[in-house]
């Protein structure tokens, strides 16, 4: 088949993992980029000699030889330039969370529907050798029937992000949608069968009473349609990162791990412990897993879903749930009581 052909958009620390995954991919090929400053689109250039680079992304859009385009930018801008995106009928890769709101995503799904276009959110843990193991463990019956869930990060504070945009809260929209959203994705994920999360109720702190709407701690509790529950927490007052999933069934359980020195490392540690009602038993993950790797392994899924009508990992609608469930989350911080999520 011919390569998918790769626009992308935005060129900061995230992007320029993109920008590399997608050059690795042995089905696509990057062939523009859009770059936020002149400085930026310059470091593109010598990354990338042979793409269109450019700092309008319209410009990028206005081409004719892309097949997707994978947009890695600061979450308030996520409805911005995914509607344009769509909007030029190309299909698109959108960096989580969807949206700040659930009227973006509701908007951002019309289009794709209006324009026969594929919409991937990059919730990438699902592509993940370890985390995705799990997952297929699940569904073959190891556990019996799921019960509970844990989801469980302990890791170094926040990048800044551009120009400071992750410690804005009018730019970030909530700490919520910027990382527990992912554990919120793996919960519903490893609960598929116990039904829709019907409700949720969290609690937060800061270390630094000058941004109390910016939580240092975050823990939530969510109940499914049935009495499954899952649990998601997660503090950026500790140090290195260290992610654990648990979960646990009629029949077993299931207990992964992983730590590195910092989210993007390449050489971490990891480990996959099974029970099935008798004995504990390592189970073996075909290869490394951590950020990086899913990523990559994200990009040739979306360009197989152009090429071959491959189903996507992470639809529209999943990415839709993982924000309806953050803003039930944070409704419920605020409130200080048990919160509906939104069904859509």
């Known amino acids: 088949m011919n390569l998918v052909r790769y626009g992308l958009i935005g060129f900061g620390a995230w992007g320029k993992h993109h920008a590399d995954a997608i050059a690795k991919a042995h089905n696509a090929e990057l062939v523009g980029i859009a770059a936020h400053s002149e400085a930026t689109a310059a470091d593109a250039r010598n990354a990338y000699p042979d793409a269109f680079v450019t700092t309008d992304y319209n410009a990028l859009l206005a081409r004719e030889d892309l097949d997707v385009i994978d947009v890695v930018v600061p979450s308030y801008l996520h409805h911005e330039v995914a509607t344009a995106v769509l909007q030029s009928g190309k299909h698109l890769l959108l960096e989580k ?8 995503c509701d908007s951002m799904i019309a289009s794709a529907e209006k324009h026969d276009s594929l919409l991937c959110v990059g919730h990438e843990l699902r592509l993940s050798s ?16 799921p019960q509970y869930c844990l989801v469980e990060l302990s890791r170094n504070p926040y990048r800044q992000g551009a120009g400071g945009w992750r410690y804005d809260i009018n730019r970030v929209g909530n700490w919520i949608l910027e990382e527990p959203i992912h554990f919120f994705d793996l919960a519903r994920w490893y609960l598929e069968s116990a039904g829709s999360p ?3 109720y ?8 000058s941004r109390p709407e910016l939580q240092d701690n975050f823990s939530a509790i969510m109940h499914f349609s049935g009495d499954a529950y899952a649990v998601v927490s ?11 999933a648990k979960v646990t069934g009629s029949k077993g359980a299931l207990w992964a791990s992983w730590s590195g020195a910092m989210d993007r490392t390449r050489h971490p540690t ?17 290869k490394p897993t951590g950020e990086l790797f899913e990523l990559e392994d994200q990009i040739v899924r979306v360009a197989e879903a152009i090429q071959s009508g491959r189903p996507l990992h992470c639809t529209a609608q999943d990415g839709r749930w993982s924000v309806a469930m953050c803003l039930a989350a944070s409704a419920s911080v605020a409130s200080g009581a048990k919160e509906p999520i939104d069904q859509g």
Do not use: C, Y
């Open 97 to 104: 969370p969807m949206g700040i709101d659930l009227p973006q």
């Open 130 to 145: 370890m985390w995705g193991k799990v997952k297929e463990m699940i569904d073959d019956g190891f556990i019996g029937t």
């Open 198 to 200: 019907r409700s949720v």
């Open 202 to 209: 969290a609690t937060a702190n800061s270390r630094d009473p």
């Open 234 to 244: 997660q503090t950026l007052s500790a140090f290195e990162h260290h992610q654990t």
């Open 270 to 286: 990891f480990k996959l412990r099974a029970f099935d009602g008798n004995e504990v038993i390592d189970v073996g993950i075909e």
